[in-house]
DNA sequence: TGAATGACTTCGG
DNA sequence: CCCGAAGCCATTC
C-alpha cells in the first residue's frame, strides 16, 4: 500500500456512502460501476478495510441476491441484520424481502 | 515467486 | 431459484 488509500477503495467508500437509506446494493454493482466488474471480491474486500470508517453503511452492502453474506465479518451474527432492519429493511433468513425493490444502483446517483 | 484465500459472479444441470 | 463447479482478481503467507 503505497497511499493510505487507494482510488479504488476510495471510490467503494464513496459509493457506499450515496446508498440511501433504506436501500441496499451488490457488490457486483459497485464493482461494474467502478469498471472492476470481476473483482466484485475485492469490493468486499474494500469493505472490510473500510469496517474501520463508521460513517461506511457496510451492511447495505450484500450480494447479487440480497443475502447478508458479510454479516459474518460484522461485529456480531445478527448485527448487520438488525441495522438493516432498523433502517426499514425487512430480512428473511438473512435475505434481504424485496430486494429487487430496494435494490439502489449506483448509476442512480447520476439522477 | 508461487500457492492459498475470499464481504462475489456466472454458467451448467 | 437451488446445487455444484469454474472463473476473476487483489491481498496475504
Known amino acids: 500500500m503505497t497511499t493510505k ?6 471510490k467503494v467508500h464513496e459509493i457506499a456512502r ?13 464493482a461494474k460501476y467502478l469498471g472492476a466488474a470481476r473483482s466484485a471480491r475485492m469490493v468486499g474486500w474494500a469493505m472490510n478495510s473500510s469496517g474501520n470508517d463508521e460513517s461506511i453503511p457496510a451492511h447495505r452492502v450484500v450480494n447479487r441476491i440480497g443475502v447478508l453474506t458479510g454479516k459474518n465479518h460484522f461485529q456480531g451474527t445478527s448485527l448487520m441484520q438488525q441495522l438493516l432492519e432498523n433502517e426499514g429493511v425487512e430480512i428473511k433468513d438473512h435475505k434481504v424481502v424485496n430486494f ?5 444502483d449506483p448509476s442512480q446517483q447520476l439522477n
Do not use: H, M, Q
Not at 5 to 10: A, G, L, W
Open 100 to 104: 429487487e425493490k430496494l435494490f439502489w
Open 5 to 10: 488509500s487507494d482510488n479504488f477503495f476510495k
Open 18 to 30: 450515496l446508498i440511501p437509506y433504506g436501500r441496499v446494493t451488490s457488490y457486483g454493482a459497485i
